[in-house]
T-cell receptor, first 118, second 113 residues
Framework: DTGVSQDPRHKITKRGQNVTFRCDPI?????LYWYRQTLGQGPEFLTY????????KSRLLSDRFSAERPKGSFSTLEIQRTEQGDSAMYLC????????????????FGPGTRLTVT | AQSVTQPDIHITVSEGASLELRCNYS??????LFWYVQSPGQGLQLLLK????DTLVQGIKGFEAEFKRSQSSFNLRKPSVHWSDAAEYFC???????????WGAGTKLIIKP
């Protein structure tokens, strides 16, 4: 079990630039989640996938945010035209999507990507 | 709407002392309950979970938590803290739709030597 990995760990970008983050979930997990976390707060849900299907995206913060999981394995989160308010930690998590319902809630997190927009 | 409250923003405990972190939730059905820990600059690590059955659950690193339905609480405890326990602790509740977790704002644990 190699755990959830995220790349890059840190990203500094200038306002107006586009950024893309990658998440590799635990191999047997078919659910994948993206969260945003700002200082002093709990994670804020953004979107999630069951295999390659994006089942919830209404919580994405604006139309500048998009996520993909083209082959049901790794996922990318893109932010277009970044703003200073986008500076945060972006967390990816995965869970089992089959079996007991409770297991779908048991999410395992990656180390996160810290985005700084200057 | 479902919500999770962690009433203590930060708690300071002496090394070796006992610890209790509070978590209250607002949720109509039987909840799925979790505690996660986050060390500085790190992702979230699952400490323990409650799905059903025995209301006292054991987790990693010597932590335990007790589900009390009458109080809508799921407090985290440890009998003797170590300096390495200094971190931020988050309580989360599983929501039915979308398999989302609803999170508390976290409690920062500070350990005094």
């Amino acid at each position: 079990d190699t755990g959830v990995s995220q790349d890059p760990r840190h990203k500094i970008t200038k306002r107006g630039q586009n950024v893309t983050f990658r998440c590799d979930p635990i191999s047997e997990h078919n659910r994948l989640y993206w969260y945003r976390q700002t200082l002093g707060q709990g994670p804020e849900f953004l979107t999630y996938f069951q295999n390659e299907a994006q089942l919830e995206k209404s919580r994405l913060l604006s139309d500048r945010f998009s996520a993909e999981r083209p082959k049901g394995s790794f996922s990318t989160l893109e932010i277009q035209r970044t703003e200073q308010g986008d500076s945060a930690m972006y967390l990816c998590a995965s869970s089992l999507g089959t079996g007991a319902v409770a297991l779908a809630y048991e999410q395992y997190f990656g180390p996160g990507t810290r985005l700084t927009v200057t | 709407a479902q919500s999770v409250t962690q009433p203590d923003i930060h708690i300071t405990v002496s090394e070796g002392a006992s610890l209790e972190l509070r978590c209250n939730y607002s949720y109509g059905a039987t909840p799925y309950l979790f505690w996660y820990v986050q060390s500085p600059g790190q992702g979230l690590q699952l400490l323990l979970k409650y799905f059903s059955g025995d209301t006292l659950v054991q987790g990693i690193k010597g932590f335990e938590a007790e589900f009390k339905r009458s109080q809508s609480s799921f407090n985290l405890r440890k009998p003797s803290v170590h300096w390495s326990d200094a971190a931020e602790y988050f309580c989360a509740v599983g929501q039915d739709s979308n398999y989302q977790l609803i999170w508390g704002a976290g409690t920062k644990l500070i350990i005094k030597p």
